[in-house]
């Protein structure tokens, strides 16, 4: 009963988040058609409540008779997986250099604020299409394009959180006992500002979900016939008003899912407060 009881004091966002993470994880086993199979004789088929439509295609098929619902129950795993891994990484580098800058102070701070300031003044998706450009399209380049400029944001916050930390009583008594600045910043400090970073990379993780789908579009992403969002959606611009399931549902499934993750990190915040 405890379990039911938990599941029901869990707020919407995050079972919607989960319902995609279960999606995309159990995506061969869900999805009713493979997604890159195509049958012209199924070309822009509509919806199954419209006319024309089948209930074995509920969402329609594309205009390569391909099946929308599996494109997407498939391209979820694109962009959770893109969203995840950049993330993750960034945050790594991120927490490190903050944590150097912070606590060192002197040159250390000075190169990576100077790095952080430089970055920042590129528009991220311009500065990730230009990257792109010069690698090539393609998963694993689009991973790096993203991380790249992504650690900042981590880098500043714990870099501001590190500044305070390193003047409390708790790190003034470790460096009087003689404890060494690496054991002051990995045991004293980083523990205590991992709630604040933690919180700032779960609402990044809808950010770079936006910027995948958004070079996908561009057609630098992955590449066909592999299901994302974004391509999706380049895909059916040129049908929009005779078949506009084509494009609407991918960003339907982008705004629930950016949306869900952005409400959940929020609830996370007011949680802890």
């Given at each position: ?31 009713p ?10 070309r ?10 089948e209930?074995?295609?509920p969402l329609g098929?594309?205009a390569?008779g ?11 795993r694109?962009?959770i ?7 993750s990484a960034?945050t ?5 250099a903050?944590?150097?800058?912070g ?12 790095m ?18 010069m690698m090539g399209?393609?998963l ?31 790190v ?5 006992l003689?404890?060494?600045?690496w ?11 991992l709630a604040?970073?933690?919180?700032v990379?779960t609402v ?9 789908a958004s ?12 299901a994302s ?26 705004l ?12 996370r ?5």
């Amino acid at each position: 009963m405890s379990g039911v009881a938990a599941l029901g004091r869990m707020r919407p966002s995050y079972l919607v988040v989960a319902a995609f993470v279960a999606m995309a994880i159990f995506a061969p086993f869900i999805a009713p058609h493979d997604p890159t199979d195509s049958d012209l004789f199924r070309r822009l088929q509509p919806p199954f409540w419209m006319a024309g439509g089948e209930a074995a295609f509920p969402l329609g098929c594309d205009a390569l008779g391909r099946d929308i619902l599996s494109r997407i129950i498939f391209g979820a795993r694109i962009s959770i997986l893109v969203g995840v891994v950049v993330v993750s990484a960034a945050t790594v580098i991120g927490v490190l250099a903050g944590l150097a800058a912070g606590y060192l102070r002197g040159w250390v701070d000075a190169a990576v604020s100077w790095m952080t300031d430089v970055l920042l003044g590129f528009p991220y998706l311009i500065f990730a299409i230009g990257l792109m450009a010069m690698m090539g399209p393609g998963l694993l380049n689009m991973v790096f394009a993203l991380a790249y400029k992504e650690w900042v944001v981590p880098a500043r916050v714990v870099r501001g959180e590190t500044l305070a930390a390193r003047e409390t009583e708790y790190v003034e008594a470790a460096r009087a006992l003689g404890a060494s600045r690496w054991f002051i910043m990995v045991r004293e400090v980083l523990p205590n500002i991992l709630a604040p970073v933690l919180a700032v990379a779960t609402v990044r993780v809808a950010q770079v979900i936006i910027l995948e789908a958004s070079l996908s579009f561009l057609g630098l992403g992955v590449q066909p016939p592999a299901a994302s969002w974004g391509s999706m959606i380049a895909d059916g611009r040129g049908y929009i008003l005779d078949a506009w399931w084509v494009s609407t549902f991918p960003g339907i499934a982008i705004l629930l899912l950016v949306l869900a993750i952005n409400l959940a990190g929020q609830a996370r915040r007011n949680d802890r407060h």
